[in-house]
């Protein structure tokens, strides 16, 4: 190939990745993924996580102490969580620490995207080789217990007085526990609240959402702050609610309503209280056009319109709060979500670390688990929603999180904020994945809100027999 | 018996040993798990537990799936919309990347580009390609004054948008057609044009009976490849909206994948099979009237 030709070859590249429309790929910058990226055992380090810093901070930290007797030999466990590649190198200086004070425990680290996570250790329960800790969603915990694939941790707990229980909310620990019994100890675990963007509140002359609010004025103002066309757009909220796991405690308890009933077994959503405020959100989308169609959404990309400073309001769990606090351009403000006339309700929701029933090192599983998950622990990670609620303000403040909003954070999880109406029983995923494309068809304006929910209701319904644990 | 030449023992010892590498791939990966999909798609198993015997419980409950059979249609849909469009509009393009022009090279080359562009990229490109108000297609549209449809966001456009993506990667079928279209002698063109037949003429009586071997071989793979695609419908639209892009491959991936059940995604798997079988068959009995082949 010739001079000329090579230079009509990149000419033609760059005319074909030029095909689509660049102003919504400023918006649409993809997140950052884990990569393969080679991190010195003997001295875990980036540039995010020096490794000076991570040995003078885990020096300044006491580490708690158990019962439970290190190994008197080398043992290995293996620990599998969900990480991006920043996380990944702090996670890696634990290890190093951790092995420091306790010589005889050596650490296998395993890392999967979460959206691969539960596949690849579904498939590794299956041939009984799971890792002796691992990371688990709320929503995948009780089948994995139903199976027997989870260790109760409730006498490693009572062997260890120094863990100490009180400092983890306890209405958040329902995901994780059966019958008496808890497997799982939450990694993290916050509510949702309501998020509000200053400029644009200050732009229209609107006070600012408080602890007075209702939905009532949530409605009345997304209307009010909707404005402009395309790139301009502006929405009063987002997102749309949808049947997710958290519909009830965030969009329909405050009304009195449920998407399911307490045991998950009887589909509620068409009862008045559920069905009218599903109606009032569709109004809101459909003849308001204050919260993002599916085809707006689209034009976003997955990227959160709040967070690209295109909506006014949106309900969100708190661990946001340390992306928006990167967020130079944002001025944002976050207040307790809105009461309905049955009052104020917000999910606790998190993740855990558990133990699998098949460790063959379990006693060294625990005193690792033990130390990450102590108040310690999550110090040294700086985890952005820790459980522990004693850790909140020393993370806030090295994360750059305003301390109000860490103190609102406490509040609502010491006040009210639980696991109340959150889907957490094995057919979970596949009532969304049932539920959702009838309520895009409402959306859609191909059918209306009666026959939607009542199609919901009769297909929903006969998943829920998945439900019943034996 | 026939006595075997040393040269006919030779060329059939490495036959054996060039077939051997494939021929072991298969019956550890291959024929294994679907020997194992038999019997599975008799069973209920979630991966934990023991998996317990339900006889024809798995195929009685597909037949009475609504969403099983909307997925067969979205299927079909899609692979009868891909296989159509694909062939036809890459056999116009290679029949251009067959003449005789300045650069050639270069445009083939350009043509096959996107064949190796990764399929996430393929998707990203496509989402910004396909957008109802800022893609490039409704772009063109409204300057002609046409209003583009809500493609990937509407229920009756998300498959006839996913066909305009599945032509992109299609480099590889055009190879093939250059391939045939060089294999057609030029005796055949002179001899038609000593006839005086004209342009049209000669493609419809040379080029398209020349080639309905290659046409017939590409509508064959082209519809097994449209039939068992999912990848990018999963990473653009989920199956949305409302199931509009809910293929069977996608049905069987959530099934298998994200349900966890595995004894009737089994079962779905076979009905894919016999989908694939009955779609190939019927097109093996109309080539009877349609593909020419120039020795039999």
């Known amino acids: 190939m010739n001079r000329r030709q090579m230079l009509a070859l990149a000419v033609a590249a760059a005319a074909l990745s030029a095909c689509g429309d660049t102003r919504q790929q400023k918006q649409a910058a993809a997140p950052v993924k884990s990569g393969a990226q080679v991190i010195d055992p003997n001295r875990p380090s980036s540039d995010a996580w020096p490794f000076e810093e991570a040995e003078q ?218 069905s009218q405020v599903m109606g009032r959100w569709l109004d809101l989308l459909v003849k308001d056009k204050a919260v993002p169609s599916l085809a707006e959404m689209q034009a976003l990309e997955k990227v959160d319109p709040f967070r690209a400073g295109h909506a006014a309001m949106t309900i969100n769990g708190a661990w946001i709060m340390l992306e928006l606090s990167k967020l130079k351009d944002l001025k944002w403000g976050v207040t307790e979500v809105p009461k309905g006339p049955e009052g104020r309700t917000t999910p606790a929701v998190g993740s855990a670390l558990v133990m699998a029933s098949s460790s063959q090192n379990k006693d060294a599983a625990w005193i690792y688990m033990h130390e990450y998950l102590s108040a310690s622990g999550y110090k040294f990670r700086r985890i952005a929603a820790p459980a522990r609620q004693s850790a909140w303000e020393d993370n806030a403040k090295a994360l750059g999180i305003p301390a109000d909003s860490a103190d609102l954070v406490k509040k609502v999880m010491a006040d009210y904020a639980s696991g109340d109406g959150v889907l957490r029983l094995p057919a979970n995923k596949k009532v969304v994945d049932t539920a959702l494309p009838i309520w895009e068809r409402a959306q859609l304006g191909k059918i209306n809100l009666a026959d939607a929910l009542k199609e919901i209701a009769d297909k929903v319904t006969p998943v829920l027999s998945e439900n019943k644990i034996a | ?42 069973m209920q198993w979630n991966l934990l537990q023991t998996p317990t015997w339900v006889g024809f419980g798995n195929y009685v409950r597909m037949f009475h799936d609504p969403e099983f059979w ?149 509508v064959v793979t082209g519809f097994i490849a449209a039939l068992q695609s999912y990848v990018l419908i999963l990473v653009m639209t989920e199956g949305g909206p409302g199931n509009a892009t809910m293929v069977l491959g996608l049905y069987i991936y959530r099934h298998a994948f994200v349900y966890f059940d595995m004894g009737y995604a089994a079962t779905l798997s076979w009905a894919m099979f016999v989908l694939v079988i009955v779609v190939t068959a019927i097109q093996f009995s109309l080539a009877r009237r349609w593909v020419h082949y120039e020795f039999k």
């Open chain 1, 57 to 274: 901070l885990n020096n300044s930290l006491t580490w708690p102490k158990t019962n439970v007797a290190d190994p008197a030999s080398k043992v290995v466990i293996t620990v599998a969580l969900t990480t991006d590649a920043v996380t990944e190198v702090r996670n890696a200086q634990f290890d190093f620490f951790f092995k420091k004070r306790h010589p005889n425990i050596e650490i296998k680290r395993e890392s999967a995207p979460f959206d691969q996570f539960l596949t690849k250790y579904m498939a590794q329960a299956a041939g009984g080789t799971l890792p002796d800790v691992l990371y688990n969603h709320y929503s995948w915990t009780q089948n994995l217990i139903a199976n027997k694939v989870l260790q109760s941790l409730d006498d490693y707990i009572a062997k260890t007085p120094e863990f100490d229980m009180d400092d983890i909310p306890q209405p958040g620990l329902d995901y994780f526990k059966r019958d008496g019994a808890l497997y799982g100890l939450p990694t993290d675990m916050a509510p949702k609240l309501l998020f509000y963007n200053k400029d644009l509140f200050d732009k229209a002359g609107l006070k600012y959402p408080d602890e007075s609010w209702t939905f009532d004025q949530v409605f009345e103002t997304a209307r009010k702050m909707t404005s402009g066309t395309g790139v301009d757009k502006v929405y009063g909220f987002t997102p749309m609610p949808k049947p997710a796991p958290d519909l009830s405690p965030v969009y329909l308890m405050p009304f009195g309503g449920r998407f399911l009933d307490e045991t998950e077994s009887k589909v509620l959503i068409t009862e008045p209280n559920a």
């Open chain 2, 1 to 42: 018996m026939t006595a075997v030449s040393p040269l006919a023992r030779r060329e059939a010892r490495r036959f054996h040993l060039f077939v051997s590498p494939w021929l072991i791939g298969f019956v550890l990966f291959s024929a294994g798990p679907i020997l194992a999909a038999v019997v599975l798609s008799f």
């Open chain 2, 70 to 218: 909307e997925s067969i249609e979205n299927t079909v849909q899609y692979g009868l919309g891909s296989v159509a469009l694909g062939v036809t509009f890459t056999f116009l393009l290679a029949l251009l990347l067959n003449q005789p022009l300045r650069f050639q090279g270069l445009f083939r080359t350009v043509m096959y580009l996107p064949s190796v562009v990764s399929g996430l990229a393929t998707a990203l490109l496509w989402l910004n390609i396909l957008h109802p108000d800022y893609g490039l297609i409704n772009k063109v549209l409204a300057s002609v004054g046409v209003q583009g449809p809500g493609w990937l966001a509407s229920q009756e456009w998300a498959i006839p948008g996913l066909v305009l993506m599945s032509v992109w990667g299609a480099g590889n079928t055009i190879v093939i057609y250059l391939a045939g279209l060089q294999g057609i002698p030029k005796t055949l063109y002179e001899a038609a044009e000593i006839d005086g037949a004209g342009w049209w003429r000669r493609f419809w009586s040379v080029t398209v009976p020349m080639m309905s071997p290659v046409i017939f071989f590409n």
